[in-house]
T-cell receptor
Framework: GNSVTQMEGPVTLSEEAFLTINCTYTATGYPSLFWYVQYPGEGLQLLLKATKADDKGSNKGFEATYRKETTSFHLEKGSVQVSDSAVYFC??????????FGTGTSLTVIP | DAGITQSPRYKITETGRQVTLMCHQTWSHSYMFWYRQDLGHGLRLIYYSAAADITDKGEVPDGYVVSRSKTENFPLTLESATRSQTSVYFCASQGAGSGANVLTFGAGSRLTVL
């Protein structure tokens, strides 16, 4: 079946620290992979995506590389800011009209 | 305004009452989805729709009813609300063309069932 497992939270970091949020997946075929971000009181919004193996998605200083050999799509950022405090969701889409989400990882960045 | 809007944003109701959550999108996207978000479960798919008059069950459909008479609207109805349906509900639509395979979410509807 299809599923996403992501790092348990919550995660608390100091400003300018390095961020990694782990995400691994199980899927049939060659899914597209996504990171969505949810700011307080808002809906989810797309942060970045990758559609094939070895692709790197990037946006707002965040990066994630599609690793088929390890079935992973870890989210990284070199220097987090207070404004990055949010809940981050890893997701996959095996077919284009089906989406599977992880449970979310809450990030708090303190000044 | 272009986008996807949900209403109401907040709703408190009592057990046994009927509640309808509205979702409207302005892009004429074919696919629309309803998710619920609960702590420890992330997002779970309730129902989705591929087009007007075409709907299908997701992971947790029990207790919910949907309809889609027009492409732009996808209401979710709880026919007899239960406390276990207290949650945050998100509607989403799926882009086409260069935005294909990407979901755009509404701001959510927080429902409390007493």
């Amino acid at each position: 079946g299809n599923s996403v497992t992501q790092m348990e939270g919550p995660v608390t970091l100091s400003e300018e620290a390095f961020l990694t949020i782990n995400c691994t997946y199980t899927a049939t075929g060659y899914p597209s992979l996504f990171w969505y971000v949810q700011y307080p009181g808002e809906g989810l919004q797309l942060l970045l995506k990758a559609t094939k193996a070895d692709d790197k998605g990037s946006n707002k200083g965040f990066e994630a590389t599609y690793r088929k050999e390890t079935t992973s799509f870890h989210l990284e950022k070199g220097s987090v800011q207070v404004s990055d405090s949010a809940v981050y969701f890893c997701a996959l889409s095996p077919t284009g009209n089906q989406f599977y989400f992880g449970t979310g990882t809450s990030l708090t960045v303190i000044p | 305004d272009a986008g996807i809007t949900q209403s109401p944003r907040y709703k408190i109701t009592e057990t046994g009452r009927q509640v309808t959550l509205m979702c409207h999108q302005t892009w004429s996207h074919s696919y629309m989805f309803w998710y619920r978000q609960d702590l420890g479960h992330g997002l779970r798919l309730i129902y989705y729709s591929a087009a007007a008059d075409i709907t299908d069950k997701g992971e947790v459909p029990d207790g919910y009813v949907v309809s889609r008479s027009k492409t732009e609207n996808f209401p979710l109805t709880l026919e007899s609300a239960t406390r276990s349906q207290t949650s945050v509900y998100f509607c989403a639509s799926q882009g086409a063309g260069s935005g294909a395979n990407v979901l755009t979410f509404g701001a959510g509807s927080r429902l409390t069932v007493l």
